[in-house]
């Protein structure tokens, strides 16, 4: 059973250019949550998805990031127009049924702004 | 609000010490999950172990054993006969109160072994 994927594993991109990380849960599950990791830091939550639903998104800037998780494909997390302080590792996770339920992760998009 | 305080931000020790990780909680909630994750030198977050605030047995895996106390709200974890391959973060986290969208977690806990 493959685990959660996320691609691609190293993202780097000038200032002002868009970047789209994807992510695809392990089978069978449908609920999908995006963090994001500053270095030396821990992680902080962004947003939750489930298909075609952002079930909370208190933890997405407001502005240039956006996320979604299609009936068919992976989830997306865009981030628009990059600037430097948006660099940092950003993980997906996903689990069966909501949380409590056990958060996989997959191994992170580490996004590099020149 | 719910946090997550681990207070030990780097811990060294030579292989085969037996190491302790702390990790103190809030919560507002009667019932609750605590994680443990690590994330080796390669980056990825691998999952540890979820345990539910009804238990407070101790859980052994090996060499890996969790100590919950509910009476002073912490969940610390122990490696005992350490390796080099636990040089790692390792992160407490437990899910948000309420709506139970989203983990929080701590600063964690970055442990080096050495041979």
Same mark, same amino acid.
């Given at each position: 059973n493959a685990g959660v994927m996320q691609n691609p594993r190293h993202l780097?991109?000038? #200032?002002? /250019? *868009?970047?789209?990380?994807?992510?695809?849960?392990?089978? $069978? !599950?449908? !609920? &999908?949550?995006?963090?994001?990791?500053?270095?030396?830091? $821990?992680?902080k939550f962004m947003v939750y998805?489930?298909? *075609?639903?952002?079930? =909370? *998104?208190?933890?997405? @800037?407001? *502005? #240039?990031?956006s996320a979604e998780f299609p009936k068919e494909g @992976?989830?997306?997390? #865009?981030?628009? /127009?990059?600037?430097? $302080? =948006?660099?940092?590792?950003?993980?997906?996770?996903?689990?069966?049924?909501? &949380?409590p339920d056990t958060q996989y992760f997959g191994p992170g998009t580490r996004l590099t702004v020149l | 609000a719910q946090k997550v305080t681990q207070a030990q931000t780097e811990i060294s020790v030579v292989e085969k010490e037996d190491v302790t990780l702390d990790c103190v909680y809030e919560?507002? %909630?009667?019932t609750y999950y605590l994680f443990w994750y690590k994330q080796p030198p390669s980056g990825e977050l691998v999952f540890?172990?979820?345990?539910?605030?009804? %238990? +407070?047995?101790? +859980?052994?895996?090996?060499?890996?054993?969790?100590n919950f106390q509910k009476s002073t709200s912490s969940f610390n974890f122990t490696i005992t006969a350490s390796q080099v391959v636990d040089s790692a973060v390792y992160f407490c986290a437990l899910p948000n109160s309420g709506g139970y969208n989203k983990l929080i977690f701590g600063a964690g806990t970055r442990l080096a072994v050495h041979p």
């Open positions: 780097v991109r000038r #200032r002002g /250019q *868009e970047a789209r990380l994807r992510c695809s849960p392990m089978k $069978g !599950h449908s !609920h &999908v949550y995006w963090y994001r990791q500053l270095p030396e830091e $821990g992680l998805l489930q298909k *075609e639903n952002i079930i =909370d *998104e208190s933890g997405m @800037p407001k *502005e #240039r990031f @992976p989830s997306i997390l #865009r981030i628009q /127009q990059v600037v430097r $302080g =948006d660099s940092a590792a950003y993980f997906c996770a996903s689990s069966r049924f909501p &949380v | 919560t507002r %909630d009667t540890l172990i979820r345990r539910n605030s009804f %238990d +407070e047995q101790n +859980e052994i895996s090996g060499r890996y054993s969790w």
